[in-house]
C-alpha cells in the first residue's frame, strides 16, 4: 500500500504537458494488450477487447496530424526556483527559558559570571534562512543574534531550504580530537577534503577559471599561505562550454582587446609543453611529465560575409593588419579557386586566417591546467554554489544604494558578501566558504551567479545586472564521405552556421550561433531532428555543394555565454561590490582567451591595473553608464 501511495504521488508531479497526446494512447493501449488476466474460453470478452482495442489505435492514428508539441529549454537558477514556490519562513526563537528550570541560582550565576545584559538574555525571534534579507547582520553578528543560554544550541541554519554544516559544539570537537580513527565527512562533515576559509574563491572551473587560478599561484606562491579555492559543480565537464565549444582559435575580431588577447592566447598555447610541465624532483631535474598535446589543427578560419556585411568585415580587417593578424581579403572568384566546394550565390566576400587559427583540444589543455594548478596548491572543490551570504556595512552613508526590497517595501541597505554556500553532491547539505574576494566565471551561468550576490537584485546602480545568459546551440557529428575532405578550414557562414572537419575519416561538426530564437527540444531534452532537418541541413547543402547525403551521427548542446548588452566581454570588479569579480560574456571564445584574462584579473588583483594588455573598456562600468563596447563579429552573424 505504501508503495502504491508513492507511485500515485509521483504521478500527480508528472507534467502531463510535455507529454504528446498520441504517446499517452498508444501506451494506454499497450497496457490493454498486455493486461495480465487470467485467460478465458469466452469468446465474447475477447472479442470485446479487441474492438476496444482497435477503437483506441484508429483514434490515436487520427490524432496524430494533430499533434505538434515543441518544448524549449528553461535556464533557472536554484535561487529563482526558490522564489518561485513562495516559501514562508518561520522565525526561530532563541533563548527560550526553561520550564521547569533545574537549578535557577545556577543559571543565573552563569549569566552574571557571564557579564551580559538582561536584554541580551531576554527571548527573541530570529530568521535562520539565508536567503531570506531580514537574516542580514552586523558581522561580526551581536549578541542579540546568537542564542545566550549556556545550554541552548544555534537553531537549525539553512540557505534555500538544505542545512548549512557550522562547526559543531566544543565538546563534540573535543571527541572527535581524541578519537584513534577519525570521521569521514559523511559523519563529521565540518571536516572536508578543503578549507574553510580562502582569499579568493572562483567560481566556475573551466578554462577561465582555472587559468585565473593558475595566474594567481603563478605570482604568490599559494603553498606560502595564499589560499585560492575553484569551486566547480560537474568536474566531468560534460555540459561545460570549455568542452563542448567547437569554434577553436580565431583571431578575426574588430575590437583590438579581443585581437591581442586572442594573439597571447596563441602564443600561450605554441609554448604550453614548457608552461605546464611539472619536473620530477624526486627523480631527476631533467624529467617533466604533465606535458600536453592538445592536436592543435593549424587550417584557420574563414569568415564569408554577404554585401551588406563587407564593410564591417573590412574594417575589422583592417584593426586586425594594425595588431598584427596574418589574415587575407578573398573576393568570390579566390574563394571559387581556393575552396571549389563552396557555393558562393549571395556571398560578396570573405577573410581567411593565415596564421595561429583553427582548432585544438580544449578537454587536455583543460587537465593540464588544472593539474598544474594543484601541485601550485589550488584546491578543486566539488559542489554548486546556490547563494551568497551577506553582513550590514553600517559605515556607509544613509544614501547607500540598496539590494532590493523586504516585504514591507523598505529598501535593503548594501551589504557585503563574504561566504560562499556551497552545494555538496550526495549529502543534500551546504558548506560555507569563508573568502575575501569571490571571481565570478561562470560562462552563461555568471548573471545568476551575481544575483545570488545582490547584482541585478537591487535599485539604481545595484538594479544593473550582468547582461549575461545562456544561450543554446548545437553542435551535430556529421560523416560524409564526399565532403570538403583536408582542404576545409572553420567556415563560418553569414547565417551564423558553421563547419569543420573532425578527423581524418570523413566526419564534420556542423553547428549554428544562436541568433536569439529557440531552438525545441523534444521529451527528452535533446535536440528536436526537425531542427536539423528543417533548418541545418537546408543551409549546409546550400552552401557546400559536396553534402549531397549526409550522415548524422548524433549531437550535443552547447550553452554560448551570451552577452546581449554588446556582445564584449566583462572583466573586473564590480563598482559598488568590490570584493565580487568578473570574467564572462566572451560568447563561446572564452577557451582563447582564457590566458589573456587570467593574466588580466591577476594584474588588477595584485597590481591594481593592467600591466600589458589594457582591457579598461571591458569594465563593468561601461553598462551602468551605457557605454557599449560592441564586437562587430557578433552583429554580424545576428547576435548583436
Not at 508513492?6 to 498508444?26: A, G, Q, T, W, Y
Not at 595564499?226 to 568542452?243: F, G, I, N, Q, W
Not at 525545441?520 to 543551409?539: C, F, K, Q, R, S
Not at 563598482?575 to 560574456?585: D, E, R, T, V
Request: contains cysteine.
Amino acid at each position: 500500500m505504501l508503495s502504491l501511495k508513492s507511485v500515485c504521488r509521483v504521478d500527480r508531479r508528472i507534467n502531463l504537458k510535455h507529454l504528446h497526446e498520441d504517446f499517452l494512447k498508444v501506451c494506454r493501449a499497450s497496457r490493454s494488450f498486455s493486461d495480465t488476466s487470467e485467460p478465458t474460453n469466452d469468446k465474447v470478452e475477447d472479442t470485446k477487447s479487441e474492438s476496444r482495442l482497435n477503437d483506441q489505435i484508429s483514434t490515436t492514428d487520427s490524432t496524430k496530424s494533430e499533434v505538434a508539441v515543441k518544448t524549449y529549454p528553461n535556464f533557472e537558477s536554484r535561487l529563482e526556483h526558490y522564489k518561485k514556490l513562495g516559501i514562508k519562513v518561520e522565525p526561530k526563537i532563541i533563548n527560550v527559558p526553561d520550564e521547569p528550570k533545574i537549578n535557577p541560582i545556577f543559571d543565573k550565576a552563569i549569566e552574571v559570571f557571564q557579564g551580559k545584559p538582561p536584554a541580551a538574555m531576554a527571548a527573541r525571534e530570529i530568521i535562520t534562512e539565508n536567503s531570506d534579507p531580514r537574516s542580514i547582520t552586523t558581522f561580526p553578528p551581536s549578541n542579540y543574534v546568537l542564542p545566550q543560554k549556556w545550554h541552548e544550541e544555534f537553531p537549525e541554519e539553512t540557505t534555500l531550504g538544505f542545512p548549512v554544516i557550522r562547526p559543531p559544539h566544543p565538546l563534540e570537537r573535543w571527541r572527535e580530537g581524541m578519537r584513534m580513527t577519525k570521521s569521514g565527512p559523511a559523519k563529521y562533515p565540518w571536516i572536508q577534503e578543503f578549507q574553510h576559509h580562502y582569499d579568493i574563491v572562483i567560481v566556475g572551473g573551466g578554462l577561465v577559471g582555472s587559468f585565473i587560478a593558475y595566474w594567481l599561484a603563478q605570482r604568490v606562491d599559494v603553498k606560502a599561505g595564499m589560499r585560492v579555492a575553484v569551486v566547480e559543480k560537474d568536474p566531468t565537464y560534460r555540459h561545460s562550454l570549455t568542452t563542448t565549444s567547437a569554434l577553436g582559435l580565431r583571431m578575426q575580431h574588430s575590437l583590438p582587446e579581443n585581437i591581442e588577447m586572442s594573439l597571447f592566447g596563441a602564443d600561450f598555447l605554441r609554448n604550453i609543453g614548457r608552461k605546464m610541465a611539472i619536473p620530477f624532483d624526486e627523480v631527476s631535474d631533467d624529467d617533466y611529465f604533465n606535458i600536453p598535446n592538445i592536436k592543435f589543427q593549424p587550417h584557420g578560419h574563414l569568415t564569408l560575409a554577404r554585401e551588406d556585411q563587407m564593410q564591417d568585415l573590412l574594417d575589422s580587417h583592417e584593426m586586425q593588419r594594425q595588431c598584427g593578424v596574418q589574415s587575407a581579403l578573398l573576393t568570390t572568384k579566390q574563394i571559387n579557386l581556393r575552396f571549389p566546394w563552396i557555393n558562393t550565390h549571395g556571398i560578396a566576400g570573405g577573410c581567411l586566417g593565415l596564421e595561429a587559427e583553427g582548432w585544438f583540444d580544449s578537454w587536455n589543455l583543460l587537465q593540464a591546467v588544472k593539474l598544474k594548478n594543484i601541485h601550485q596548491g589550488v584546491d578543486y572543490i566539488h559542489g554548486e554554489v546556490i547563494y551568497f551570504k551577506k553582513h550590514s556595512l553600517d559605515s556607509v552613508a544613509s544614501t547607500k544604494p540598496s539590494m532590493g526590497q523586504f516585504e514591507d517595501g523598505t529598501h535593503i541597505p548594501l551589504g557585503r558578501n563574504y561566504e560562499a554556500h556551497v552545494l555538496l553532491p550526495d549529502s543534500q547539505q551546504v558548506y560555507p566558504l569563508h573568502f575575501n574576494t569571490c571571481m565570478m566565471a561562470g560562462g552563461g551561468a555568471t548573471g545568476d551567479i551575481g544575483r545570488m550576490a545582490g547584482i541585478g537584485e537591487g535599485y539604481g546602480v545595484m538594479g544593473v545586472e550582468i547582461p549575461v545568459e545562456r544561450k543554446r546551440g548545437y553542435v551535430f557529428n556529421v560523416n560524409c564521405k564526399t565532403g570538403p575532405g583536408l582542404n576545409c578550414p572553420l567556415t563560418v557562414d553569414p547565417s551564423g552556421l558553421f563547419m569543420r572537419r573532425e578527423g581524418h575519416g570523413g566526419d564534420y561538426l556542423v553547428g549554428k550561433l544562436p541568433d536569439g530564437k529557440d531552438i525545441p527540444v523534444n521529451m527528452h531534452g535533446d535536440v528536436d531532428p526537425a531542427y536539423w532537418e528543417e533548418e541545418i541541413l537546408p543551409t549546409l547543402q546550400g552552401r557546400v555543394d559536396r553534402f549531397d547525403s549526409p550522415t548524422l551521427m548524433g549531437s550535443h548542446a552547447v550553452d554560448y555565454d551570451y552577452n546581449y548588452y554588446d556582445g564584449s566581454p566583462i572583466i573586473g570588479p564590480h563598482p559598488y561590490m568590490g570584493n565580487m569579480w568578473m570574467a564572462c560574456g566572451f560568447n563561446g571564445l572564452g577557451a582563447q582567451m582564457a590566458p589573456a584574462v587570467g593574466r588580466a584579473m591577476m594584474e588588477l588583483f595584485y597590481d591594481t591595473g593592467y600591466c600589458t594588455i589594457d582591457l579598461s573598456r571591458f569594465a563593468f562600468d561601461r553598462i551602468m553608464n551605457d557605454k557599449a563596447v560592441k564586437e562587430k563579429s557578433c552583429q554580424m552573424f545576428a547576435r548583436s
